[in-house]
């Protein structure tokens, strides 16, 4: 007999829990830092976390190539966006229109789509999972999208990604957007915003 | 004996219905459509100004009526949501009366003419007098999306020029209007610039409207359905209108108050009320009018 996968359920009402998660995507993408929650109710396959499930659910489909870090790829969770979302997975960061990793498995920023000066929205939304979100801590966000400042706490990164996340912001138009995942709470970082490390205000 | 505007007096607002239009996806638009304008639209947000293609539908509403902003207020808005339209700062003609139903009846959504009251705007030519708020979306209709268009037609070109950041053309542009009738004559759809990068059409809104899109705490998204085109204002972006040091950006004035509310601080329209050319200028915001003349302000009535 041949092996089976054990699908997970995708969302019970497709049409109101799609757009919940994208207005909780767009409010995260136009104010950096702010975190928002995705609706209960998803069991997704382990590792794949609520929110970073949620979000292919409501954004992605036959037109969207997703990356999978490799901590991430098994048949469960493979099975689970192919039959949901119907989207190609691909091999190569760069050819992705999204990207998920476990903070751990995240590569270098700059192995993902930057897009073109000529056309910035090709670049690859990578999709972050993290251990914790809080809106104080260590990282001073700025940029469009924040009054004066947003404070967030991302543990679990590396130490080196504040570099990588400037060296990424330089290039703007062209560049990556982040979004951050622990469980249901969602918090973005769109190419604009300026982070810096250091102490509470 | 003085003529009377038409001018709205009660609410309009109708209430959430569970029951939306039969045989309609909630919204109107499909859920692959709302997917790809999604998309767009969360590019759109990290690329502020910059215009994000996108695969517009053919709407039941013809080109020049909305279908660009239909399609972002479809792509975007919720059950919970209450949804205010204006024209031209009115929310009772027949555009703005018009894709109002259509949301009440494909969405099911609540609908109001209270600015204060709504959590989506979509607007022509207008920005609301009430300042809004951070959990309030402004939703654009535009004509041309590119301010480039009128200057180079091509396509390819006025895209190589926004990668390039190569915008002498339009202050060209302007310096000629200066030259010819030493000012800028340019009083609506008046370009400007966003967070320092990308210049942008901010849709036919006079250029009084221009200093409330800066640093606007309500997210700002624009819809251009003929021209395939999305773009957005973060909030609290800059947004800068394009001048001179010598000839800085000026907003209109006028010599006289609102007819019916006495606001001096708002756009006002011109209205003939008779054949000898009579005029009176009322507010063209007609909630911001009434929420004034139900706070107890009059205006000196016009021309008697």
Sequence with gaps: MADTIDIRPGFADPVIESQQVFRAVLDAMARPGRIQSVPDGLTPPAPLAVGSAAFCLALADHDTPVWLAPGLRNPATLAFLRFHCGCPIVEEPESAAFAIAD???????DSFAMGSDAWPETSTTVVVQVDDLQERGPLRLTGPGIETAHRLSVPGLRPGLPDEWEAN???????????LVAGRRIAALPRTTTVTVGAED | MPTVIPHPTASTATAAAPQRLEG???????????????????????VPGYQVPFGSREMPLPYGWGTGGIQVTAAVIGPD???????????DTTNAVNIRRFFAKTAGVATTDRTVDASIIQTRHRIPETPLTEDQILVYQVPIPEPLRQLEPREAETRKMHALEEYGVMHVSLYEDIAKFGRITKSYNYPVRVNGRYVMAPSPIPKFDNPKMDRMPALQLFGAGREKRLYAVPPYTEVKSLDFEDHPFEVETWEQDCALC???????????????????????DSDYCRERREAGHQGDGGPA
């Design chain 2, 24 to 46: 309609y996806n909630f919204a109107y638009l499909d859920e692959q459509t709302k997917r790809m304008i999604r998309r767009a639209l969360l590019k759109a947000v990290a």
């Design chain 2, 81 to 91: 949501d209450t949804l205010k339209v204006i024209d031209q700062g009115a929310d």
């Design chain 2, 262 to 284: 006495g606001a001096g601080d708002s756009y006002l329209d011109e209205v003939i009320v008779d054949d000898k050319g009579t005029r009176m200028f009322v507010c063209s």
């Design chain 1, 169 to 179: 912001r330089k290039l703007f138009p062209c560049g990556v957007d982040l979004v």
């Design chain 1, 103 to 109: 903070a751990a498995g995240l590569p270098a920023l």
